[in-house]
């Protein structure tokens, strides 16, 4: 059974830093791209980042770009979203996606096949 599981979120100061993870089962993170998404409220969800399967491609958004890396440890069958220097506009929920690489554009919602159930990321002073 595919499942992937979020965790991380929380609340934090502007400037401050998170850890997002996804732990995925019932697939191997070499046969999939994995990718992050949020969404805020009253918005469409959007691509944050991804990471291939192939080649452990990085693939960021223009506004997290420089603040946001993505990683993953095959041995923990876990990709991370580290998010630095966050900001209020970050606030969303923050989904992990696996689609069967490799994906014709990684920022299309659509192309991704299982879906975690999110984790709130809350920036706020």
């Known amino acids: 059974q595919v499942q992937l599981v979020e965790s991380g979120g929380g609340l934090v100061q502007p400037g401050g830093s998170l850890r997002l993870s996804c732990e995925v089962s019932?697939?191997?993170?070499?046969?999939?791209?994995i990718g992050w998404f949020r969404q805020a409220p009253g918005k469409k969800r959007e691509g944050v980042s991804c990471i291939s399967s192939y080649e452990r491609r990085t693939y960021y958004a223009d506004s997290v770009k420089g603040r946001f890396t993505i990683s993953r440890d095959n041995a923990r069958n876990t990709v991370y979203l580290q998010m630095n220097s966050l900001q209020p506009e970050d606030t969303a929920v923050y989904y992990c996606?696996?689609?069967?690489?490799?994906?014709?554009?990684?920022?299309?919602?659509?192309?991704?096949?299982?879906w975690g159930q999110g984790t709130q990321v809350t920036v706020s002073s």
């Open positions: 996606a696996a689609g069967e690489g490799p994906l014709l554009n990684w920022r299309w919602v659509s192309l991704y096949d299982h």
């Open positions: 019932g697939f191997t993170l070499d046969e999939n791209d």
